[in-house]
């Protein structure tokens, strides 16, 4: 099959039923650069982009790249193309299934060091290829499909998803957008850091208040989350959680949202800054804010152009003393690497759930010992390393079959996944511009070249023991982080590494690492509460200790006053 190639509308008949995928010129006027993904599910409630994930219970999809595609073309996916789950359309059964093809844009970015690149941009929907706007999708339909008969099935690529308006300001909820030098620079066009600012009680009546501010490190926010100033909805149709098994989840996420809003609003809860940052790329939904030879000097930018100016804009201290870490998960993995690689500029990290923070333990594999990230091989077997459980045990997909799943999505680390994000923040550049592959994506042999990178330059648990000397003193009761003892994503096991650091350094590190009997991904550190409701407290859970490591590290005359009206 001819999967990679745009053919015309007379193209010879294919040996076995494939898939031809035609973009509608009466949808755009242009060629485009990009990855076409075909869903196949037996699913007809919900459209098939949305019913996309890595379980082995998913839909069926299948992807190729497509360069200059121009309006009337096709493009084939049939026997041939790499699948997930199944690996193959011959392995497809035979039935009636509901597909739809989505074109997901890629812009050509010629970088600061010559290198030139095609990658999806950042449009407004945090890399999510499902809705990203200027991405071009089929209508759901219904077909009939027999892997072991002739002919095509024709899908049209004729609905170009709009522009995302951007968020207004509220009375508690601000924006701010950044354009970033160092960043603009970096990827040869303008670049832009943006921010949800939760502003406190008072704020526009004390102009003479100063405030601390927290930094809530994590996803991609489409408005700052967790947070709601009317009572839930009284007739919110439930969601049921599967995850949690709540009948009615959503009306838990907005109870508790309304609850922080009370809570915020009250006189004795301490007045300051929070902020959600977008920083959406290429690559993934965030950058994992620390500076990238791939993504480009996140880090630095953050830091040094985004804060001063969120802080200047909304009247912040701007002192470190006054500056704070959190997040859980991706947001975990920020707020301690943030706080390690500048330690002079944060005040504390609370780091919950933290994505492997110790790369001898990237969820079950060590990348400096393991020569594959996929299996364990014995003299006369192998075993698959899983990739996802509950806290039963039960598992829900492989390494292997996550990364084939990114893989199908996007090949050249351009998924928009876990994995590949990880890479694209972690390794090396490559000749060709894409970041150097930490493993075969195919066949999970690991480049222990890669991955002694990796470890020089992102792995926190070798970076703290190897500058320990320097850095410990910076950070004495900065580093706090929590974690269930069953997360779903074995990231646990990283903690362990770093709890068996942390508990001989010298000097002593005095602060806190806790665990949660059988709780999932993502505990918080509250062993009061469940999983399904700590999770939702993250903007309120820390602001006690906040407050400690305030008094604690505040210099003489700092201004303690001026925000505790």
């Not at 699913?43 to 360069?67: L, Y």
């Not at 059964?93 to 095609?118: E, I, M, R």
């Not at 912040?316 to 998960?329: D, K, N, P, T, V």
């Not at 010992?369 to 006369?380: H, K």
Request: with cysteine.
């Amino acid at each position: 099959m001819a999967a990679l190639a745009a053919l015309s509308g007379s193209a010879a008949p294919a040996l076995a039923e494939t898939f031809e995928i035609t973009l509608d010129r009466n949808a755009v006027d242009e060629a485009h650069d990009g990855r076409v993904i075909l869903i196949i599910t037996p699913d007809g409630e919900t459209e098939p982009r949305f019913q996309v994930d890595q379980n082995f219970d998913a839909p069926q999809i299948f992807g190729v790249n497509i360069d200059g595609l121009k309006p009337g073309e096709s493009v084939r996916i049939g026997n041939g193309v790499l699948g997930f789950p199944s690996e193959d359309m011959k392995d497809v059964p035979a039935g009636d299934y509901y597909v739809q093809a989505v074109l997901h844009k890629y812009d050509t970015f010629n970088l600061s060091n010559g290198k030139t690149v095609k990658l999806p941009a950042a449009r407004g929907a945090g890399q999510n290829w499902r809705k990203e706007p200027g991405n071009i999708i089929s209508e759901p339909k219904k077909v009939s499909f027999d892997p072991k008969r002739r002919g095509r099935i024709s899908v049209t690529l004729d609905n170009v998803l709009p522009p995302i308006p951007e968020k207004e300001d509220t009375e508690w909820i601000r924006r701010i957008k950044v354009r970033s030098d160092m960043l603009s620079e970096f990827w040869g066009r303008d670049v832009y850091i943006n921010g949800h600012v939760l502003v406190p009680k008072g704020f526009d009546d004390h102009p003479e208040a100063r405030y601390p501010l927290a930094i809530f490190h994590g996803h991609f926010p489409e408005d700052f989350g967790g947070f709601r100033t009317t009572p839930p909805d009284p007739d919110l149709e439930c969601e049921y959680s599967e995850r949690f098994k709540e009948p009615c989840y959503n009306r838990i996420q907005q109870e508790e949202a309304y609850k922080f809003y009370q809570k915020w609003i009250s006189d004795d809860f301490p007045r300051m800054l929070i902020v959600e940052i977008d920083h959406s790329n290429p690559y993934y939904d965030d950058s994992y804010a620390v500076n990238s030879a791939n993504i480009g000097p996140y880090g630095d930018a953050i830091t040094y152009e985004f804060v001063p100016a969120l802080e200047e804009k909304f009247r912040g201290i701007g002192e470190s003393w006054a500056r704070f870490l959190y997040g859980g998960s991706t947001g975990g993995w920020e707020a301690l690497g943030v706080q390690v690689k500048y330690p002079d500029d944060y005040n504390g990290a609370f780091a919950a759930c933290p994505d492997p923070i110790d790369f001898r333990a990237m969820m079950v594999t060590n990348i400096y010992e393991d020569e594959n990230a996929y299996f364990r091989d014995g003299p006369f077997g192998r075993v698959p390393k899983p990739g996802k459980r509950d806290y039963l045990g039960h598992i829900f997909y492989t390494a292997e079959m996550e990364n084939r799943y990114e893989l199908v999505l996007g090949d050249k680390t351009r998924s928009g996944a876990q994995w590949d994000v990880w890479e694209a923040v972690y390794s090396p550049m490559g000749e060709d511009g894409y970041p150097k592959r930490i493993w075969n994506k195919r066949t999970g042999e690991i480049d222990p070249e890669v991955a002694e990178y990796w470890k020089e330059n992102y792995d926190l648990r070798y970076i703290l023991e190897r500058d320990w000397a320097e850095l410990g003193p910076k950070l004495q009761g900065k580093i706090h982080i929590y974690t269930g003892d069953m997360d779903n994503y074995y990231l646990n096991n990283a903690v362990y590494l770093m709890e068996d650091f942390l508990e001989k350094a010298d000097p002593p590190y005095e602060g806190e690492l806790t665990y949660g009997d059988r709780d999932e991904h993502c505990w918080n550190g509250n062993p009061d509460l469940p999983n399904a409701v700590s999770r939702l407290h993250y903007n309120w859970m820390y602001v006690p200790r906040i407050l400690e490591l305030i008094e604690m590290r505040a210099p003489e005359g700092a201004d303690l006053t001026s925000w505790r009206y």
